[in-house]
């Protein structure tokens, strides 16, 4: 079969999963499909309200007996399909297997009186580098299309051990590299809020799926420019980039495996804090050190979040914060939403002082020497066994024409990248040594624009040089772009060559209404700490559960 072939089978299959009552007559024309649930005819009013709950709700209402596992499994499957219909975001859809594994839970609670785990019952979304045994994973490669898996991912199994449903695996672009989710395998995912509109990537169809409620948890990646983080931002949802050896990543499907110098971790993408935090402490509770090597021996600190609460309530928060890096100047409606959050802190008591991004252009340029550094090899050899072609996006991150570093270069990057970490560390102790106390988070950009137009992502900064990093990161949503306020800035003089090519992108009109977050940065493995920071800024800002 050529690859087109093999193409064509697997969206018809796609297709075919979807029963034949959940399927869409007639598509909106509307460029925003939120409110198509409740127009649909689909759904009944129930179905709705659980799609419509929190996570945290809806497992204390399973653990109680008061829902099945199969109405909420129901509930999310017609949901999802939807939002496969309108966006285009699924790889796989198996409702068959989630509601045979929610009459099970039922089964067990109803003999046992008890739930399986603290995620009874709960269905959760998983980007599609997830391995199920028995199912696909093509991560968007023709090549691995009809490869079926034979073994569970490490977080999987420990999922199912919580009492997880899986229903849904959801689309990335190919390689992974760009933050836009378009590959040629299913094609482009689109944003729920508007068609015209990026649902971000590589974690994009987590990002569209839970936007649009089809899921109420997904799990994605983060490795290049802001994975979970940009999905998250455009489709105003909390996002978590846990640092490294947080959570398990162990027997995943990637691109470019064996690349240790800057690790792609997994996270929540979620409407609240309190539902983030719920799957945290669901997968620490299962003890994911005793199954994937690279997990560091740490359960859940509920000191930490007690920590930063105590100085929540005596106004007492130091935090940081900058709103470009020194290469790229945000849209106006970025510079507006880290503005929004300083001047609400600062209006609640606490102390927000600028910091200085520090050699964030040598981060940036070392990161993306670091992704091609084998020169393409890993992705364009994939390529090649299928004969697909390769999508021009994430030419900003792979570049073929770059030579691959041979070991004596990569040693010396793994000491650059190591001297980049301590010496940002020392930032901080400088600026704690000034102001005679701890800096608690930074506030920063996530990316330099609102949800993005189609294949007009360009510069992965102020993601990737977190990454760099490896420090703890969680998006909370702020606002949405206004072109009454957020006007075209006449002034404005290039930072450089890529500013120029962002700023050109900006268009008032295009972008009203486009979802605008920050992201909240604090030192590596501060993940209850920022979660904590996170949700009373959320709250402040009265944007504690998204719709």
Known sequence: MTWEQVVEDKRARIAASIPAEWRIKSKPTEDSVMDYPKQSGIMT????????????DLVAQLAA?????????????????????LTNCALEFFPEIALARAKELDATFKKTGKPVGPLHGLPISLKDQF???????????????????????????LLLKAGAVFYVKTSVPQSLMV????????????????????????????????????????VGTDIAGGSI????????????RPSHGRLPYGKMANSMEGQETVHSVCGPLTHSVADMRLFVKSVLAQEP???????????????ESDAIKSKIGSGDLTLGFYNSDGVVLPHPPILRGVQTVVDTMKKNGHTVIPWKPYKHDFAVNLINGIYASDGGTDVFNTLKESGEPAIPNFADLINPSLPKIDMNQLWDVHLQKWAFQSEYLEQFRIAEAELGKEIDAII??????????????????YASAINLLDFTSVVVPVTFADKSIDKKNSAFSPLSDMDRIVQAEYDPEAYHGAPVAVQIVGRRLTEERIMAIAEEIGRLLGNEITP
């Open 45 to 56: 009013a129930e179905e709705l309200a659980i799609t419509e709950s929190s996570a945290t």
């Open 65 to 85: 007996g008061k829902l099945t596992s199969v109405a909420v499994t129901t509930a999310f499957c017609k949901r999802a399909a939807l939002a496969h219909q």
């Open 131 to 157: 391995r199920i045994k028995g199912l696909e994973t093509s991560m968007g490669y023709a090549a691995w299309v009809g490869k079926y898996d034979t073994y569970n991912s490490v977080l999987v199994d």
């Open 179 to 218: 933050c836009e989710t378009v590959n040629n395998v299913s094609g482009r995912t689109v944003n729920p809020r508007n068609k015209n509109w990026s649902c971000g990537g590589s974690s994009g169809g987590e990002g569209a799926m839970v936007g649009f409620r089809g899921g109420i948890i997904g």
């Open 229 to 240: 983080r940009v999905p998250s931002a455009f489709n105003f949802l909390y996002g978590l």
């Open 289 to 303: 050190w005793q199954y994937d090597s690279k997990v560091i021996p740490m359960p859940w600190r509920q000191a």
């Open 444 to 461: 920063a950009p996530i990316t330099p624009t609102a949800a993005i137009r189609h294949n007009q992502f360009k510069y992965y900064g």
